[in-house]
């Protein structure tokens, strides 16, 4: 399966992705990768691993609208068939969200639909959550709102701050991701409507 991958900074879930695909354990294949960060680590490991590496800055563009058609036209380019934002931390365009229905995807790292948009491993604290973790849905129109394909859970334990709780998800992230897609490569997964179907059948 044909992957791009939207991401923003560090890159470590895209590095999973490099790394199973390295390794022969998901089918698939990253035809590029996009970023609102021209220093975005993921880039360098993008361009490491010999793939396009593309930043467009939202500073350069006049309106938000453009720099939506502009991103989109660049992933249409590589020909993907499931784009992933995996730590994309910008809003993406309505009119892109719904052209990509049920063929894009996000990692939240939250139990959604706890703990939606910024600094989730702050607010789960605040909250005083004794469980948290990360989720991958389906990207819709609301934000960190799309249908939930699979979630993983890691205990909040006593004297966790938001670094060792972030580090804990993270760490269960990537298995989650990869899971994920290698449900999708093998084309096990679809979106019908509002719905996850899994063999079929409503998950
Ligand atoms: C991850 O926690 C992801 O869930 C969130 O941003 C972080 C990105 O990490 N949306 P990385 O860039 O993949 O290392």
């Not at 890159?11 to 220093?39: E, H, M, T």
């Not at 720099?67 to 309505?94: H, K, N, S, T, W």
């Not at 990509?100 to 939240?108: A, K, P």
């Amino acid at each position: 399966m044909r992957l791009a991958v939207l991401a923003s900074g560090r890159g470590s879930n895209l590095q999973a992705i490099l790394d199973a695909i390295g390794d022969g354990i998901l089918d698939a294949g990253v035809v590029g990768v996009f970023s609102d960060r021209p220093k975005a680590q993921a880039l360098e490991r993008a361009r490491a691993a010999g793939i396009p590496a593309i930043a467009l800055r939202p500073a350069d563009f006049d309106t938000r609208d453009a720099y939506d058609a502009a991103l989109f036209d660049a992933i249409a380019r590589v020909q993907p068939e499931l784009v992933v934002c995996a730590g994309y931390m910008r809003l993406l365009g309505a009119a892109q969200v719904e052209a990509w229905h049920g063929r894009m995807i996000n990692i939240h790292p939250s139990l959604l639909p706890l703990f939606k948009g910024l600094r989730t491993h702050e607010q789960a604290l605040a909250a005083g959550a004794l469980q948290h973790g990360a989720s991958v849905h389906f990207v819709t129109a609301e934000l960190d709102g799309g249908p939930v394909i699979a979630q993983a859970r890691v205990a909040v334990l006593p004297g966790d701050d938001a670094a060792s709780l972030a580090a804990r998800v993270l760490d269960r992230e990537h298995p989650l991701l990869l899971a994920t897609l290698q449900l999708l490569a093998a084309r096990r997964l679809r979106l019908d409507g509002a719905s996850v179907e899994f063999d079929g059948r409503p998950l």
